[in-house]
């Protein structure tokens, strides 16, 4: 099994609507987690950035971490063809490995 | 100001070839990370440098995978003997400081084919 989990997708919907993302993640050490969007051809971008548990809001992008169920989430609204890429989820424990564990990423397209 | 580079963008090589990638960070970064990326797959990762401390070659799959970093700044990844297995995007990702969590900022990769 993953450490982290996550749904490759693809997941294609229309312009506007709401997207969610997930990821379930097995160590509990995890502390940090973030989202990065990946475009075609290019290195993944940082998009989100959390610690422990909770909500985070960014404009039309909304990070949640429920450590309890290990299972963190990336909802972006009135989504847009431009947020059409490749989004991963990463993590990191407080301390120790300075490594970052990433999903598998999960292809997304908006379509106008 | 200039993000994290790399080169090539593209290299194609034959099987059993050796193929040297470099990363230049982002200027004052200590932190130095080099990942493979699959198709299909999340970020793999290969060995970390921080500073002047020994690296985390943790993640190098095998002995035909080094990696050196000159005067804390350029990093050079070396693979020899090439299979096609190693056949992946190569990322590199600098980051300002240390401790869990910090933010990494990734270069566009070198695309190895190994035929």
């Known amino acids: 099994q993953k450490e982290v989990e996550q749904d490759p997708g693809p997941l294609s919907v229309p312009e506007g609507a709401i997207v969610s993302l997930n990821c379930t993640y097995s160590n509990s050490a995890f502390q940090y987690f973030m989202w990065y969007r990946q475009y075609s051809r290019k290195g993944p971008e940082l998009l989100m950035y959390t610690y422990s548990s909770g909500n985070k809001e960014d404009g039309r992008f909304t990070a949640q971490v429920d450590k309890s169920s290990k299972y963190i989430s990336l909802f972006i609204r009135d989504s847009q063809p431009s947020d059409s890429a490749t989004y991963l989820c990463?993590?990191?424990?407080?301390?120790?490995?300075?490594?970052?564990?990433f999903g598998q990423g999960t292809r997304l397209t908006i379509n106008p | 100001g200039a993000g994290v580079s790399q080169s090539p963008s593209n290299k194609v090589t034959e099987k059993g070839k050796d193929v040297e990638l470099r990363c230049d960070p982002i200027s004052g970064h200590t932190a130095l990370y080099w990942y493979r990326q699959s198709l299909g797959q999340g970020l793999e990762f290969l060995i970390y440098?921080?500073?002047?401390?020994?690296?985390?070659k943790s993640g190098l799959p095998s002995d035909r995978f080094s990696a050196e970093r000159t005067g804390g700044s350029v990093s050079t990844l070396t693979i020899q003997r090439t299979q096609q297995e190693d056949s992946a995007v190569y990322l590199c990702?600098?980051?300002?400081?240390?401790?869990?969590?910090?933010?990494?900022?990734f270069g566009p990769g070198t695309r190895l084919l190994v035929l």
């Open positions: 990702a600098s980051s300002p400081q240390r401790g869990g969590g910090e933010t990494q900022y």
């Open positions: 440098f921080q500073g002047n401390s020994a690296p985390d």
């Open positions: 990463a993590m990191s424990p407080i301390q120790g490995a300075q490594k970052l564990v």
